[in-house]
């Protein structure tokens, strides 16, 4: 399973690192530590956590989430695959996006739920890029 830095949870999250600390500093998002000292958050907590936060958005929330050149860069929060085609769901910021691609194509790029991936939007399709 992945695992994320509070910084990088952060801008997936589409908040300042300070108000991710903040988050795991109240219990909020379970983390821990890893040999260096370094405090990390695992990508199925992060999902889950992702998909809480666009449910019930804090008025008092930091920054906000803008997209760059169409890309939308978060965490798979679901994947459901069918014999030949599947869904995936990627909760970036406050924007949840959908696709639809081949079961092959999921499988190569090693999606399941807690990876971080970046959906880019282009006219009506949504295309996924794995760092």
């Known amino acids: 399973m992945q695992s994320y830095t509070i910084g ?7 908040v300042s690192p300070d108000t991710a ?3 795991a500093d109240a219990g909020r998002i379970p983390t821990h530590r ?4 370094r405090r990390l958050i695992d990508g199925k907590d ?8 666009a449910q ?18 978060g ?12 869904q995936v769901e990627i909760q970036a910021g406050p924007h949840r ?7 092959e194509a999921v499988e190569e790029l090693g999606l ?9 939007v282009k006219s009506t399709s949504v295309h996924i890029d794995c760092p």
Request: hydrophobic share 45%; glycine share 8%; no cysteine.
């Open 8 to 14: 990088r949870a952060a801008r997936l999250l589409g």
């Open 21 to 23: 600390r903040r988050w």
């Open 34 to 37: 890893d040999s260096g000292g």
């Open 46 to 53: 992060l999902a889950d956590f992702s998909v809480e936060l």
């Open 56 to 73: 019930n958005p804090e008025e008092d929330d930091e920054g906000s989430y803008t997209s760059a050149r169409n890309a939308f860069p």
């Open 75 to 86: 965490i798979v929060t679901a994947v459901r695959l069918g014999d030949v085609a599947a």
């Open 97 to 103: 996006l959908v696709s639809l691609l081949t079961r």
């Open 112 to 120: 399941e739920v807690g990876v971080q991936a970046t959906a880019r």
